[in-house]
């Protein structure tokens, strides 16, 4: 067993601490104190403030932004002992990343990048998909513990590769729903039913995970649950091309995409759900998919 320290109870953090539960001491800490406290109740975990987290082995950050983790690492890492690994789970900052593990280093304190896909389902069924940047011996070290949280777990190389990883998966889960999206729009002003065309499409060269899961199960269906707030994946598609920029690559796709979900978290809000953004679709072409 080994004592964990998950900061961080949002809609993925919350089912994810659970699961490290059933075989680990785990240790929560929520902004909103109560939420810590209704998960201790619920879950078997201790709730405390930061300060109480200093017998943890492993601290786990699962919060919205790199900011966030930044802020909770300066009240957090004075009370952390020389050999605490941080395990970060944030979608954030490849290049913030790297400069929080120097720093974190420098306390005797191993940090890992390793945002996870799968949405909330992955997260409740510990089926999660883990990219991780850092040491691979310590990632191997971890197993027993990341492996209560996800069902595939990737070296993808050194710290903020993890990150870089994340940043771009997502802007391609943008693209993908955004592109079917306005596909769908053309065929149902063009007459076609959108229903019929989805078996097709699915059936064919232009699937994705969009077409496939994203836009029956949420769009068609009028219910755009939020599980994934639309104004973080826009956060994500900046992140993605930052990156771009960083690496001198030319990607206009991923540019155009980036531009088009921040019109559409800007005219939508940010905490809708990410498939909300096909209504803004919907509105340019005056036409609603169902």
Aim: charged share 20%.
């Amino acid at each position: 067993m080994t004592t964990v320290g998950f900061i961080g109870l949002g809609a993925m953090g919350r089912p994810m601490a659970a699961n490290l539960a059933a075989e680990h001491e785990v240790y929560v800490h929520n902004r909103t104190a109560s939420v810590a406290t209704e998960h201790a109740a619920a879950h078997g975990t201790t709730a405390v403030d930061l300060a109480g987290l200093a017998p943890v082995e492993v601290v786990i950050t699962c919060l919205p932004t790199t900011a966030e983790v930044l802020e909770v690492a300066d009240e957090l890492v004075d009370h952390l002992a020389d050999g605490t690994r941080w395990v970060d789970c944030t979608s954030g900052d490849p290049a913030a990343s790297v400069a929080l593990a120097d720093r974190l280093a420098e306390d005797g304190i191993t940090y890992l990048d390793a945002p996870v896909s799968g949405g909330t389902d992955g997260a409740r069924q510990g089926t999660l998909t883990m990219m991780v940047g850092g040491p691979a011996e310590v990632i191997e070290e971890l197993d027993h513990v990341l492996d209560r949280l996800a069902e595939r777990i990737v070296h993808v190389g050194d710290v903020g590769a993890g990150h870089a990883v994340k940043a771009v998966n997502n802007t391609l889960l943008a693209a993908n729903l955004w592109a079917v999206g306005e596909g769908l729009v053309t065929l149902a002003r063009s007459g076609v039913d959108v229903g019929r065309a989805l078996q097709v499409v699915n059936h064919s060269s232009g699937r994705s995970f969009a077409s496939e899961v994203l836009v029956p199960q949420r769009v068609l269906t009028r219910e755009f649950p939020a599980t994934f707030g639309l104004g973080l994946l826009a956060k994500d598609t900046r992140l993605g091309r930052d990156l771009v920029s960083a690496s001198g690559a030319r990607a206009p796709v991923l540019r155009l995409v980036t531009e088009l979900f921040q019109v559409a978290a800007d005219e939508l809000g940010d905490d809708v759900d990410h498939t909300a953004a096909l209504r803004l679709i919907e509105r340019w072409a005056d036409t609603e998919l169902s």
